[in-house]
């Protein structure tokens, strides 16, 4: 199942830099994977602090969809549809994402 449309994505501070500061921003695609292909797309350099180079999300980086953690769920492959909204959350302890 492809359902396209646009997905709202809350940027953590630390990484509201490559966002312009803005706290909100849209994205499109039918998964996770494609929602941080699109963010890349808009906001180049995003990406590597979200996924590692094998496209898993870092340890230290949680990602919810509608406040569900995609790690209990189907990870990168995790569906998103418009109207959901994806969080991006550092984890309190640990690695940096900045």
Not at 5 to 32: D, M, Y
Not at 71 to 78: C, F, I, S
């Amino acid at each position: 199942m492809s359902t396209t449309g646009t997905v709202t994505v809350l940027i953590p501070a630390p990484l509201r830099r490559f966002t312009g500061g803005e706290s909100k921003v849209s994205s499109g695609g039918s998964s996770i994977a494609e929602l941080i292909d699109g963010l890349e797309a808009s906001y180049p350099g995003i990406r590597d602090k979200i996924v590692e180079d094998d496209g898993e999300i870092r340890r230290f980086v949680n990602v919810f969809v509608n406040g569900q953690n995609v790690r209990k769920l189907d990870g990168v492959a995790t569906q998103v549809k418009a109207g959901d909204e994806v969080g991006i959350v550092p984890a309190m302890a640990g690695g940096s994402v900045a």
